[in-house]
């Protein structure tokens, strides 16, 4: 059966994944273009509602496509059944079967795929052999910590030797301990996956550790792709620049000036002209109880304090004002100035920690 | 009431035992206008059986209970109650899934029409069945010239009778434990590349295993206590339709103490479900 599995093409020798996928919905609309060659894996990242993972039971085929395509090895996927697809779905809860084993839920697939039963055992202990499982294959999902039913879903999908693996926030079901070593289980079984994989996730962190690229959607449609570094350096959205941590603002560059279009000018580091997106850390931000003496003009801001909470070791701060921002400082800065909401301050950046960048 | 029960009883077994928290009002004194009419009603509803206990003939009673008729129509019974949820098991449970899973217009119109038969007299239900089944009936005619198959009057028209009675019990009661199950576990099973029909199969009916458990029960339950529809469409004949109800209620015109005695057979019959069930219904909130 499972060479009956996909209706290849003749002819055709284009590897891996090539996606058009457009769901309709009434109120929501997706429209992506997901392409992937084999061995990549590609991330899907996007706040909630985005509709990433409504791209990811697409794929799998537990949902309709409106219209578009889906491609697989050169194989037309559009109408093929989800049965039918050579495709692993380790989902977001797993949903291990709760009254079969560990060993039963991996062969479960290679059982389907017609399999003997002694077959698909031998199938599913060299799986959980591979994933340091061995131990817990007699062992009910109920049984299982939670990273050890991550790998055993994990198992699971790959045990039909899927075409693309899809994971649905593989790891947003753990807890912060396990979650370290399972991500870096999960990238060591990724990197060594033959064919395309696709995650999604709307944890920064867990998408540039696991992808090597990632598309960023909102609202169902890209707004963003590229390596994780890229992504990281030059945000295009406020979702992204918010994932990675930066201040981002959009204007028009004249030479090191940049006008935002609300009004504000940022002074920056690169020759630029025409419009640019400026980014900058909120710990490139100092700011003053009063106005600076002797500073210069340029990059400094009347703000006001619109709130106040820890990030890790640091207080975040945010302010609106001229320019709206954030600006990490240290706990003690942040007494000194005795920062409260309300409180007005004098904000500056350097243009060495500027960022400009064409839109 | 008792289809709500169930599928919550079994809803709860679902997600994983009977809720624990109850709120005890014990102790803090429960306020007379509540605890009068409750009193009453428990009196109500366990007089009758106290009755039963006290009035019962217990020293005729070996031998009532080893006289022909009364073996006759207790394994007539147990015969007939056991097939008719047989039955229902076989038609009920994909009908069950069929109301649960699938999206089609008038779903909840059928839904509405599958649950008739609770709130049917079962008088009226026997009418039913005769004008359908019956010698003449809409359908009963072309089973009779055709294939010489008469239902009415028959054993066979005792199953009949009672699975039609007893089968909305169980498609109540397996439609909400299939509500209450997860149904992303059948998605599962399909990416792992089984059918439909094998992701039913292998994932959702050991899931539901317990909920088809009570409902066959209750079904059991309500076929073998069937009276209305099983007199009216198979008859009243010792030996091939005359079921323990049926027995009672004769027995009851010339022998009061056969009659006592062949309804304290079916007391114990009720107890033993009831004690059979005691995890699912006596335990849950």
Redesign the interface.
């Known amino acids: 059966m499972s060479n009956l ?1 996909t209706t290849a093409i003749e002819g055709t020798d284009d590897k891996g994944l090539d996606a058009h996928l457009i769901v309709d919905r009434g109120t929501f609309r997706l429209d992506i273009e997901l392409t992937a060659a084999p061995g990549d894996v590609v991330a899907l990242l996007g706040p909630n509602g985005a509709g990433k993972t409504t791209a990811l039971r697409a794929l ?3 949902v309709h496509l409106t219209d578009g395509h889906l491609r697989l090895d050169g194989a037309e996927l559009d109408r093929t ?5 050579p ?3 380790v ?1 977001q809860d797993y ?1 291990l ?3 079969l084993t560990a060993l039963d839920n991996v062969g ?2 290679p059982r ?2 017609s399999a003997t039963k002694a077959e698909s055992r031998a199938i599913a202990a060299e799986w959980l052999d591979r994933m340091g499982l061995a131990e817990h294959a007699g062992a009910k999902p109920r049984r299982l910590s939670g990273g050890q039913a991550q790998r055993v879903a994990v198992a ?2 790959l045990a ?1 030797r899927p075409r693309l693996l899809l994971l649905d926030e593989p790891l947003a079901a753990l807890d912060a301990r396990t979650r370290l070593d399972v991500r870096a289980q999960l990238r060591r079984h990724l990197a060594e996956f033959e064919a395309v994989a696709v995650l999604v996730t709307h944890d920064p962190l867990d998408a540039m550790v696991l992808a090597d690229r990632l598309v960023v959607i909102e609202q169902g449609s890209i707004v963003q792709e590229g390596t994780p570094a890229d992504i990281a350096r030059h945000p295009r959205t406020d979702y992204i620049a918010q994932l990675v941590g930066l201040n981002l603002y959009k204007g028009r560059a004249d030479g090191h000036t940049v006008t935002l279009d609300t009004g504000p000018v940022i002074t920056t580091t690169e020759d630029l002209q025409g419009e640019v997106f400026v980014a900058f850390p909120p710990s490139g931000v100092t700011l003053y109880g009063s106005r600076p003496t002797g500073a210069s003009a340029r990059n400094l801001w009347h703000c006001e304090v619109a709130g106040l909470e820890t990030h890790g070791d640091q207080i975040r701060v945010d302010l609106t004002g001229e320019l709206p921002l954030a600006a990490d400082l240290t706990t003690v800065a942040a007494a000194e100035l005795d920062l409260h909401q309300g409180a007005l301050v004098w904000a500056t950046v350097k243009a060495t920690q500027t960022h400009a960048y064409p839109a | 009431m008792t289809q709500l029960d169930t599928s919550d009883a079994a809803a709860e077994t679902l997600k994983g035992g009977p809720g624990r928290r109850r709120v005890r009002m014990t102790g803090r004194g429960v306020p007379l206008p509540l605890l009068i009419p409750a009193l009453v009603g428990l009196a109500f509803l366990l007089l009758p059986l106290v009755a039963l206990l006290v009035r019962a003939p217990w020293r005729s009673l070996p031998s009532q209970l080893t006289s022909t008729e009364v073996w006759q129509a207790l394994q007539l019974s147990l015969f007939s109650a056991t097939a008719a949820t047989a039955v229902s098991l076989v038609l009920g449970v994909p009908l069950a899934w069929v109301l649960a899973r699938t999206e089609f217009p008038g779903r909840g119109f059928l839904r509405a029409l599958v649950t008739l038969p609770l709130v049917l007299p079962p008088v009226v239900g026997g009418v039913a069945l005769l004008l359908a089944l019956g010698r003449n009936g809409v359908v009963g005619q072309w089973l009779d010239s055709w294939f010489g198959i008469t239902l009415p009057f028959t054993t066979t028209g005792v199953v009949v009778a009672e699975a039609f009675v007893a089968m909305p019990f169980l498609v109540i009661s397996v439609e909400g434990t299939l509500r209450a199950a ?1 149904p ?2 059948e ?10 029909f ?1 992701a039913f199969r ?2 959702t009916l ?2 539901i295993a317990p909920g088809i458990a009570a409902g066959a029960v209750l079904a059991w339950a309500r076929a073998l206590g069937e009276f209305g529809a099983t007199i009216t469409f198979a008859g009243n004949f010792p030996g091939r339709t005359q079921t323990m109800p049926l027995a009672v209620y004769l027995a009851l015109q010339n022998d009061p103490e056969a009659a006592i005695a062949l309804s304290l057979v079916l007391l114990a019959v009720s107890i033993a479900v009831l004690a059979g069930l005691r995890d699912r219904w006596m335990t849950t909130s």
């Open positions: 599995r799998a085929g537990l059944p989800p049965e039918s697809r495709v692993g779905v989902f949903l079967f709760p009254h479960f697939g389907c795929q699971r999908a039909t | 997860d992303r576990y998605e599962a099973a399909q990416t792992l590349g089984a059918s439909r094998t292998r994932v050991p899931l």
